[in-house]
DNA sequence: CTGCATCCCGGGCGATACTG
DNA sequence: CAGTATCGCCCGGGATGCAG
């Protein structure tokens, strides 16, 4: 590694390295847009379908369906359904999902605080760079 | 990581709550696939095109080009172009680019962490669900 | 070596209609 | 309410060729 340089300390040097490590398997899910936002709905309490539903304004109730299966699938939320007329079906987090919102915090957190700098670094690469295409 | 109290309970509950916030625009970026593995090459140093194309398998030449072109345009990442020939163009990060590197380790902690438990979920999950078509 | 333009295909995802 | 099935569009992104 270059030395000879100011401080630069501690890199968190991702221990993988740049390959594929476990984290693209996890990167496929809470990389995923409506995974996100169904996990952060979750975390507040349990949800039945139609209320995850309105709780997330843009998703499609087929991507709902698909999203809710995932997640059930890799174990970070449980799909209860209740033998009644009319259905009703409750999602909640798993232990493993509840671990998983520590994570959405932090990546929250440093949205939170590098928004700003984010859409003015845009800003000026656009009005430097007009027309790209790029986004 | 702040005070994780014990476990139950004390829910993260992110911030935004299920609308978008900034973290729409964070996901759009560390969320894709080859940006966080472009940020874990260059949390080693600085590198040329080609290396990072050599250090990351799977990428073409078009998406290389278009996922540098955006980290830039985020302002996590700079691009110094050397007037010689052959052509050089140094990629490195940038202070932002670097914080941005905790985030990716903590998601490679985590992802290290539960991604057994995540497999054997799945495999449980597949065997109680054949011929589901879910992925 | 670095980078842009073009072609083109597969599949992700929304919209819609139907069942229990 | 909860979920499945089908259709169809759009575009992400790989392959290739050309330029500086």
């Known amino acids: 590694m270059s030395a000879g340089h100011t401080a630069v300390t501690t890199e968190p040097v991702v221990t993988c390295g740049g ?8 990167l ?6 409506w995974s996100v936002l169904v996990v952060v709905e979750l975390a507040q309490g349990v949800r039945r379908f139609r209320q995850l539903q309105r709780a997330i304004p843009g998703i499609s109730q087929r991507m709902l369906t698909l999203t809710v299966r995932r997640l059930e699938r890799d ?8 033998p009644m007329v009319p259905p009703q079906v409750d999602y909640e987090l798993t232990a493993m999902g509840h671990s998983l919102t520590y994570l959405v915090k932090a990546l929250a ?3 939170a605080e590098h928004q700003d700098a984010i859409a003015r670094a845009r800003e000026r690469w ?3 760079n007009p027309g790209s295409g790029i986004h």
Chains 1, 2 share one sequence.
């Open 28 to 33: 496929d899910r809470i990389g995923d847009k």
């Open 19 to 26: 390959e594929d490590c476990g984290i693209r398997g996890v």
């Open 126 to 128: 656009d009005e430097a």
């Open 75 to 82: 174990g970070l939320i449980t799909r209860t359904v209740h």
């Open 109 to 111: 957190d440093w949205s």
